[in-house]
């Protein structure tokens, strides 16, 4: 049984910061790719950035380039989302995902195998 919980979510104002975290339980951790995606009410899912077991980081969303970080502590079983300069169109529910495959490249979420349940993020002005 997988479980992936999502933390971190909340309110904040544009320009501010925060730290997503998303723990990992029935799983071999480390053997799996890990993504952040995210969803805003009538979008499509998208996949913001994904980490491969290796740990080699693809910055998926244009929108995101250097202001969303992504990362892993296998150690712990978690896989992070920092994001820096929020802006309001990152308003969205997050969601990570684990994949047991290798990257088509194409980082759809038909990809992936498990799912958290999500963490909503709200930017204000």
């Known amino acids: 049984q997988v479980h992936l919980v999502e933390s971190g979510g909340g309110l904040v104002q544009a320009g501010g910061s925060l730290r997503l975290s998303c723990t990992a339980s029935?799983?071999?951790?480390?053997?799996?790719?890990m993504g952040w995606f995210r969803q805003a009410p009538g979008k499509e899912r998208e996949c913001v950035l994904d980490?491969?077991?290796?740990?080699?980081?693809?910055v998926v969303a244009d929108s995101v380039k250097g202001r969303f970080t992504i990362s892993r502590d296998n150690a712990k079983n978690t896989v992070y989302l920092q994001m820096n300069s929020l802006k309001l169109e990152d308003t969205a529910v997050y969601y990570c995902?684990?994949?047991?495959?290798?990257?088509?490249?194409?980082?759809?979420?038909?990809?992936?195998?498990?799912w958290g349940q999500g963490t909503q993020v709200t930017v204000s002005s």
């Open positions: 029935g799983v071999t951790f480390s053997s799996y790719g």
């Open positions: 995902a684990a994949r047991r495959t290798y990257s088509s490249g194409t980082y759809n979420p038909n990809e992936y195998d498990y």
């Open positions: 980490i491969s077991w290796s740990g080699r980081r693809t």
